[in-house]
């Protein structure tokens, strides 16, 4: 059985930081593009970041361009985010999904994503 499991949410002031952490499990990650998504309180499901599978490539939504940051470790199966300079926009549950296809369709719609996680709260206090 398949699972991704998002840790690292929680509350957090605006201008501060916090990492998330998608840990897959049951399947290898190797060949597997992987992303990040969110929804906030009222809104569709939004792309936030996604990264190739041997984390070359790289895609970011407009909003979090230049304070986010993607990374991941294959051999451990775990993918991060880095969120700095959090506003509270970034309010939201997160989260982690894999891809089969490239990362590139995942930041315009993929229709391949395979595996998603259960979410983890970010609160940003103003």
């Known amino acids: 059985q398949v699972q991704l499991v998002e840790s690292g949410g929680g509350l957090v002031q605006a201008g501060g930081s916090l990492r998330l952490s998608c840990t897959v499990s049951g399947r290898t990650i190797f060949r597997d593009a992987m992303g990040w998504f969110r929804r906030a309180p009222g809104k569709e499901r939004e792309f936030v970041a996604a990264i190739s599978w041997a984390g070359v490539s790289k895609y970011y939504a407009e909003s979090v361009k230049d304070r986010f940051a993607i990374s991941r470790d294959n051999p451990t199966n775990t993918m991060y985010l880095q969120m700095d300079s959090l506003t509270a926009e970034a309010t939201a549950v997160y989260y982690c999904?894999?891809?089969?296809?490239?990362?590139?369709?995942?930041?315009?719609?993929?229709?391949?994503?395979?595996?998603w996680g259960q979410g983890t709260q970010v609160t940003v206090s103003p």
């Open positions: 999904a894999t891809d089969p296809g490239c990362a590139r369709d995942m930041a315009v719609g993929s229709d391949r994503i395979n595996y």
